[in-house]
């Protein structure tokens, strides 16, 4: 959907709706050539949604122990961009992924809780180059849990993440390299990270008195350092599209902090989609090993 807005400088003004999403705003005495250059301001926003169901079931399984379950994943991405079409742009985008586990006889978890709001000011200077200020906030919705059997036989819960603990945020301001239908290279020369921690049950729960980074008598940890961050969003053919999200973040005295989300999506028909999505985790303050995830999907899918 795309609106788009006529702004001048004087007075009175008046408003013509057209349709095709398109708002045009105007001022009546410009209705004869005055001189005056307008400009415009474009909203571009997009809304992309898929999901995916499945259950595994098993009747007289005579090998390993049945693990009969229902997987339920769904992902949400809106995306608003305000462009003058020239140098200056704003982009804002909300990211979603949600899978809810249910083993039938035991628990039921929420496996996949990822939350991302990304905010960015870009400026255009030149052909592939400019600016850029950004903020990035990520954050579960719900409880997160470790399951494990106890001496007794009988399985425990142990609290390993909430909603806003931690909440992550990066801020980045720096150099930016375009490539056009490709992607672009974020170069932050002034970055801070930032991480809080809403609910302090989680030191007691986890048995531990630092946690992502920040100790037990303290709210938050405040880092300051560099960031480079590559985006690549490519239609690679008419039915697939690939996108890709690497952030590195280096503070003052500690080891690089490493994101990568790789996603190749591949369109079936027009509301059936499929995905191979991989993501790469390295945080030394989390775990000192490399985590990997990957998940393949096929789904219900609509992009508005």
């Known amino acids: 959907m795309t609106v788009s807005a006529l702004l001048l400088p004087a007075f009175p003004i008046a408003q013509h709706l057209v349709w095709g999403d398109t708002l045009e705003v105007f001022n009546i005495d410009s209705l004869s050539d ?43 991405r809106y995306l608003c961009v305000f462009s003058d079409g020239k140098h200056a742009k704003i982009i804002q985008q909300f990211t979603h992924h949600l899978g809810v586990q249910c083993f039938f006889d035991s628990i039921s978890q929420f496996q996949t809780d990822d939350n991302i ?64 239908a490709f992607g672009s290279l974020n170069l932050g020369l002034s970055s801070a990270k930032l991480t809080w921690i809403r609910d ?52 003052n005295e500690a080891p690089i902090d490493m994101t990568v989300r790789n996603l190749f999506s591949f369109r079936i028909t027009r509301f059936l989609k499929a995905s191979m999505q991989t993501r790469v985790i390295y945080e030394q303050q989390v775990s000192r090993k490399l985590q990997l995830e990957n998940m393949v999907s096929v789904g219900f899918s609509f992009s508005l």
């Not at 250059?37 to 007289?60: E, H, I, P, R």
């Not at 709210?219 to 690497?246: H, P």
């Open 117 to 180: 709001w990304d905010t960015r000011f870009e400026w255009k200077f030149g052909e592939h180059h400019g600016c850029f200020v950004s903020s990035i906030f990520t954050s579960r919705l719900f409880n997160g849990y470790d399951y494990f059997l106890n001496d007794a036989g009988e399985l425990v819960s142990v609290l390993n993440s909430s909603f806003l603990t931690p909440l992550v945020g990066t801020f980045s301001a720096g150099i930016q390299l375009k490539w056009p």
């Open 200 to 251: 302090k049950h989680i030191y007691e729960a986890q048995a531990t008195s630092v946690f992502y980074g920040v100790p037990s008598d303290k709210k938050s940890l405040f880092e300051y350092g560099f960031s480079l961050q590559m985006l690549v969003d490519k239609k690679v053919a008419r039915w697939m599209n690939w996108n890709c999200d690497l952030m590195l973040f280096k503070a």
């Open 34 to 76: 005055n001189g005056k250059a307008w400009s415009w301001l474009k909203v571009t926003q997009q809304v992309d949604y898929s999901l995916t169901l499945s259950n595994l079931l098993f009747v007289n399984w005579a090998h390993e122990p049945a693990s009969n379950q229902f997987l339920a994943l769904q992902d949400f």
